[in-house]
């Protein structure tokens, strides 16, 4: 049976995206206080009675380690005063990327994060997560997930705003989130092949795409985080002559200024609302919300 939800509580996520989930899911904001002492230390203080309620808290997790323990401090106060389920719809789900051991002796920590937020939360409801070696959250996390997904969003952005687009993957990665773009915009695409040398340095293949002439690139990938591999597309784009390319990223993380490199390099940088920043134009409500719906 469907779950009648009752607050959003709104922690760090863009109060945008807040407004329009609480009127997607026909409910109120959650009134609570989120401060921190002078040491540090988180206080939290709900300014409401939850008790029997059904509660979905709404985290902007990019910067996760800054961040989760206040959540998880709230997820526990909330179930402390009464409420009946606590379900945390985070837009960006961090901590996917790293999901094997690469090196001897690494920590697979997309499990270990997995474990912590399940322990913590009823259901957990994202936007295209970095599905790469996982082929479903369901073989990480133990709670009820759900997925929202950006791409008939991204493809309708580029109809309206892009003439005779040519959509680029930058990697093997990224296909699965191009190929569904494309396929709704009606557009052609082509994958590079990336190689990553370190969290700052890749290189990616050459572009091919000289059969559509007069075409502009439009960079496609889930996520922007030190902006290298977008940065390095861009490059090779320009070393063909080509036109500047519109780069769009579902979760713009933007680390060490990457906002400003991308800025100056490309035509448009553009991102959904799943973390707030000056480049979002993809409004990720409407499948957030469904996803909500959708936790039993
Ligand atoms: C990884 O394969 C992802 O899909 C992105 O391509 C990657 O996270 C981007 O990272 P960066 O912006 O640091 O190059």
């Keep these: 049976m469907a779950i ?6 709104n922690l760090h996520g863009s109060g945008a995206l807040a407004r329009s989930l609480c009127r997607l899911l026909d409910v109120e904001n959650g009134t609570f206080e989120c401060s921190a002492f002078p040491d540090g230390e988180t206080y939290l203080r709900i300014r409401e009675d939850v008790d029997g309620l059904n509660i979905v808290i709404l ?35 961090p901590y996917m990327r790293q999901d094997k051991r690469f090196n001897q002796g690494e920590g697979i920590t997309s499990r270990y994060f997995a474990r912590l937020l399940s322990h913590y939360f009823d259901g957990l409801v ?24 950006a791409a008939p969003l991204i493809a309708d952005w580029i109809a309206a705003q892009v003439d005779r687009p040519i959509l680029v993957g930058p990697d093997s990665e990224s296909e699965q989130w191009v190929s569904a773009v494309a396929r709704q915009a009606d557009a052609p695409f082509t994958v590079l092949t990336k190689t ?96 909500i719906e959708m936790i039993e």
């Design 126 to 149: 994202t936007v295209d997560p970095h599905l790469h070696r996982y082929g479903d959250l369901s073989e990480i996390y133990s709670i009820p997930t759900r997925t929202g997904h």
């Design 4 to 9: 009648i939800w009752h607050k959003v509580f």
């Design 196 to 291: 990553r040398h370190g969290d700052r340095e890749v290189s990616v293949s050459m572009p091919i795409i000289d059969r559509w002439p007069n075409h502009t690139p439009v960079l496609v990938d889930d996520i922007i985080s030190s902006g290298h591999t977008m940065l390095e597309t861009l490059s090779r784009l320009e070393a063909l002559g080509l036109p500047g390319a519109v780069c769009i990223g579902i979760h713009g993380i933007f680390a060490e200024g990457a906002d400003t490199a991308l800025n100056k390099k490309a035509a448009r940088l553009v991102t959904s609302n799943a973390i707030p920043h000056p480049s979002n134009a993809i409004d990720i409500a409407g499948p957030l919300a469904e996803s």
């Design 59 to 93: 985290a902007d997790l990019c910067r996760p380690d800054r961040r989760t323990l206040p959540l998880l401090l709230l997820a526990e106060t909330l179930r402390d005063l009464g409420a009946r389920r606590v379900v945390l719809a985070a837009p960006y789900l």
